[in-house]
């Protein structure tokens, strides 16, 4: 078979994250509005090739002061960097159905590269017969490489948000026709 191309089906996916609070928890938020096109080989993943990009205020947390402050200059910057990127660059095998998945992330206007864990969760037809395939993939990125280093300390010692940020992604894709 030869490269097709796939459309995230917002739907049926998920781009989440989580950071430490107060050095005890997890905060978890997700982006609503993304989009995605991804071009592979179904016997071949490894051909993948992935074009993704976020709407930076579409991030929410189920908490709106909190929403509104990662908006805001002391994080995202969302005003001056409304968009975050994704465009890979390799893909490899790392098991059966898995796969390191290698690109650049720009987020804050800063490009770093990321490595996501990803599983092929593999194919599937829709009830409309439309070709489906899904992924789960996680990454870990310190925030403050991508020049996001607003914190507080706390009086007891350590910080209020933590710098490691894990990103989650729940994929489905739609063969285009």
């Known amino acids: 078979m030869s490269k097709v191309n796939w459309e995230v089906d917002q739907d049926h996916s998920s781009v989440e994250f989580s950071v430490k609070h107060l050095l005890i928890n997890r905060i978890k938020g997700v982006f609503e509005h993304f989009q995605a096109v991804l071009s592979f080989d179904p016997d071949d993943v490894t051909t993948m090739d992935i074009q993704a ?3 930076a205020n579409s991030i929410t947390t189920r908490q709106p002061q909190r929403d509104e402050h990662l ?3 002391d994080f995202l910057h969302a005003a001056q960097y409304p968009t ?3 465009q890979s660059t390799g893909c490899v095998p790392a098991g059966e159905r898995q796969f390191e998945l290698t690109g650049d992330l720009t987020l804050h206007g800063v490009t770093k590269p990321v490595t996501f864990h990803t599983v092929f969760e593999g194919l599937n037809k829709d009830p409309r017969g439309r ?3 899904g992924f789960h993939s996680t990454a870990s990125i310190e925030r403050n490489e991508f020049g996001l280093t ?3 300390p706390l009086e007891t010692g ?3 948000v933590g710098n490691e940020v894990r990103i989650e992604l729940y994929i489905e894709a739609v063969k285009i026709e």
């Open 84 to 86: 975050i990127t994704f």
């Open 71 to 73: 908006r805001s200059d």
């Open 158 to 160: 350590g910080i209020v």
């Open 150 to 152: 607003f914190n507080s």
């Open 131 to 133: 070709e489906r395939a």
């Open 53 to 55: 990009s976020i709407d």
